[in-house]
Nanobody, 126 residues
């Protein structure tokens, strides 16, 4: 089982940067695909980025490609989301998620992920 806790959210001006962290507990972190999702105000939760167990494979939503970078440090049981060139439409609660299967690929399907954090708010202002 994996427990995940997000941090690093906050208020930032458009064009600025933030780095989110997801600290995970559990022995299976290094074998788990991980992902970031977000839920904008009044909208459904949507995929942002995913990374496989080793960090060697990543996938991104079109809306964040070229601006966001997902990474992980298995020695620290931590995943990151570096967000650059932030836009107003990036405002959302950002969630970290983990796949319970070992060695699974990085995918965008929300139903794939079994463990979720409580979320961290990111607000982009003009």
């Amino acid at each position: 089982q994996v427990r995940v806790i997000e941090s690093g959210g906050g208020l930032v001006q458009a064009g600025g940067s933030l780095r989110l962290s997801c600290a995970a507990s559990g022995r299976t972190f290094s074998r788990s695909a991980m992902a970031w999702f977000r839920q904008p105000p009044g909208k459904e939760r949507e995929f942002v980025a995913a990374i496989n167990y080793s960090g060697g494979s990543t996938t991104y939503a079109d809306s964040v490609k070229g601006r966001f970078t997902i990474s992980r440090d298995n020695a620290k049981n931590t995943m990151y989301l570096q967000m650059n060139s932030l836009k107003l439409e990036d405002t959302a609660v950002y969630y970290c998620a983990a796949d319970s299967r070992n060695w699974a690929p990085a995918v965008a399907t929300i139903g794939t992920y079994d463990y979720w954090g409580q979320g961290t708010q990111v607000t982009v202002s003009s």
